[in-house]
């Protein structure tokens, strides 16, 4: 099973990191061409609502054209590096020594990186709410919560990992 986690984390790292390979390349020609009116045969312009929207033909990605398509590479970035380290993470599971330095260290890290989603959610929150006086729950927010959760039993398993990681260095000492 602890393999299969891993083999699984492994295939999508690799997904999503080809995923933005491609995406985030298709989406700067598409802002170029938006903002410099070149002409890109695999990317429509579409106009809806007063709002612009890029369309990469045969892929079926379609974004506003705003600011959103940065925070898109953002996303696309950071999932990219999230997925690498979830990687890691589950990588400490089928090593021989789980309870080494460098095991708390992939886990410290993994922690980490699951709050800074629910950084950026709480400081969406608060610009929502400043901005139009109303909290409405959608689908950013869903993500928030899963990060939280995650975080929150990592931080369970982590005070586990570090009194592993103790015992392993005491009995290391009378060895």
């Known amino acids: 099973m602890k393999k299969t986690a891993f083999l699984l984390s492994k295939c999508i790292f690799w997904g999503f990191t080809l995923f933005s390979i491609i995406a985030i390349p298709l989406s700067l020609l598409a802002f170029l061409e938006y903002y410099f009116n ?3 045969s695999f990317i429509e312009i579409v106009k809806r609502d007063t709002l612009d929207f890029a369309k990469i033909n045969n892929i079926g990605i379609e974004f506003w054209l705003k600011y959103t398509v940065v925070s898109m590479w953002a996303t696309l970035i950071f999932y990219s590096v999230y997925f690498y ?3 890691n993470f589950f990588g400490v599971f089928i090593s021989a020594r789980t309870f080494e330095e460098e ?11 699951n709050f800074v989603p629910v950084f950026i959610g709480f400081i969406g929150i608060i610009i929502q709410f400043a901005s139009i006086n109303k909290f409405e729950f959608d689908e950013p927010h869903f993500f928030v919560i899963i990060h939280l959760i995650v975080a929150f039993f990592l931080y369970f398993y982590l005070d586990l990992i570090r009194k592993g990681n103790n015992i392993q260095q005491e009995n290391d000492l009378t060895i």
């Open 38 to 40: 070149w002409d890109f």
């Open 85 to 87: 380290t979830l990687k």
């Open 103 to 113: 095991s708390l260290k992939q886990f410290i890290k993994f922690y980490k990186l």
